[in-house]
T-cell receptor
């Protein structure tokens, strides 16, 4: 069974800092990897999707990398803002559809 | 355009009762997924529909859970004889397709239904 682990479980940083969230998975035969954010009491918002053949994806201040061989992905957030405070979830698919989620990293960006 | 919608947003029920949760996917999306988010358990996959193909029910935790998708659009998740351990947020997602790559697999989630079984 695919296990997805996210480190750290919680993170608090001052506004303006760059930060890295980590995700690791046990089965490297993934189809794709997705990063989501979840705000309290709300659904998930897709941030970035990386296909297995890709190494990274970028959207604004966010950059996600994928190293399939080592079973790792990182989400880099540049110049963090208080509005970035949320839980960030990493998820991988094996067969191309069902997502296997990590338990998330709870991020707090303080003004 | 409209996103994925779910109803009700909150449902409180008594143990032993049946409940129905509804999901309206994004128009044109052929793939639909149900997930459950429990405290301390994280998000877990329940069931997947793709077009007219038979659904993948491999994530359903027991035979008290069932789901259907009518006309390739709206889906209903039914939980019979609810138990306290069924209390969770039930999330629905849809994607344009699945397995096609090139971003078509991106899953868009609804706001969820918070189910509380007393």
């Amino acid at each position: 069974k695919q296990e997805v682990t996210q480190i750290p479980a919680a993170l608090s940083v001052p506004e303006g800092e760059n930060l890295v969230l980590n995700c690791s998975f046990t089965d490297s035969a993934i189809y794709n990897l997705q990063w989501f954010r979840q705000d309290p009491g709300k659904g998930l918002t897709s941030l970035l999707l990386i296909q297995s053949s890709q190494r990274e994806q970028t959207s604004g201040r966010l950059n996600a990398s994928l190293d399939k061989s080592s079973g790792r992905s990182t989400l880099y957030i540049a110049a963090s803002q208080p509005g970035d405070s949320a839980t960030y979830l990493c998820a991988v698919t094996l067969g191309g559809y069902a997502l296997n989620f990590g338990k998330g990293t709870s991020l707090l960006v303080t003004p | 355009g409209a996103g994925v919608s779910q109803s009700p947003s909150n449902k409180v029920t008594e143990k032993g009762k049946d409940v129905e949760l509804r999901c309206d996917p994004i128009s044109g999306h052929t793939a639909l997924y149900w997930y459950r988010q429990s405290l301390g358990q994280g998000l877990e996959f329940l069931i997947y529909f793709q077009g007219n193909s038979a659904p993948d029910k491999s994530g359903l935790p027991s035979d008290r859970f069932s789901a259907e998708r009518t006309g390739g659009s709206v889906s209903t998740l039914t939980i019979q004889r609810t138990q306290q351990e069924d209390s969770a947020v039930y999330l629905c997602a849809s994607s344009r397709t699945s397995g096609a790559g090139l971003g078509a697999d991106t899953q868009y989630f609804g706001p969820g239904t918070r189910l509380t079984v007393l």
